[in-house]
DNA sequence: GTTCCTGCAAAAGCTTTGCAGAAGA
DNA sequence: TCTTCTGCAAAGCTTTTGCAGGAAC
């Protein structure tokens, strides 16, 4: 377990270490599948005996304003969470609904960003066919 | 007023051009400020004199079926609906809140989509700061 | 000891659903 | 006429808020 590093890289972040947000943290880190407040909950509930949905809402809060995850808008119905703060992108293929990450190079992801504009974060989001199911469609 | 244009394009694409349908569609052709449909709603309750939310949200669900409009995923709050179906960008300014629209070389967004995967629409979306809050920044 | 966080309950806000009446083909 | 759509009310779901007890420093 990394949890003492967790809780440095908190602190080092000016965020208070606690359990709950050590264990949401460590969760994101280690499940790079894009889950939503309510998967972490189901998941972190299992695992820990009381753990309430509010305290996922605030962890996640916490986080996300000292940029130590990243808020996906990948879903239009609920908001999904990323522990890869690294540019990068998000594929969703319609037929299967599977979320893909992908690489970025971050200076080409840049170039497309206007001239004028300071871009701190950008996102780039697919949706098509991904490669397990195109051949199905053709 | 295109509305006879309007009904002929909602025809073309399957969709049965009723009163409601036309006023959402053409709300959104001609205010391409990314409006929530709460926004949409407001708007059109006082140009018509019944118009319910339901309505709003079928009209949206049957253009975004058919393609004529498009949802994008600015906000984490609410789904956002613009009416320009070509491939573009969003900025949104972490200082005044505004968002604005760029153009992008389709051929430059497909660049970016991994190998094997087909993608169908390709969103980008970057926040940072806009020409005229990033000189008051510092 | 003081500050900040957790967790329960309740509420708020956006969106969907069920169903009767109306509009469109 | 027959299918499909509208609109009201109500519910569903995610997320936020208020406040008392508890953990972290």
Known sequence: MANQNLAAVLSAHGVRPTQQRIAVFDYLLTHPTHPSADTIYNAL?????????????????????????????ISPDEQRFDGNIRDHGHFRCVSCGEIFDFDIDPAALHALCPSGFQGEQGDIFFTGLCPHCAPLRH
Do not use: C, D, G
């Open 45 to 73: 509930s299992k695992q820990y005996p009381v753990f309430s949905r509010t305290t996922i809402y605030n962890s996640l809060n916490t986080l996300l304003e000292a940029k130590l995850i990243r808020a996906v808008n």
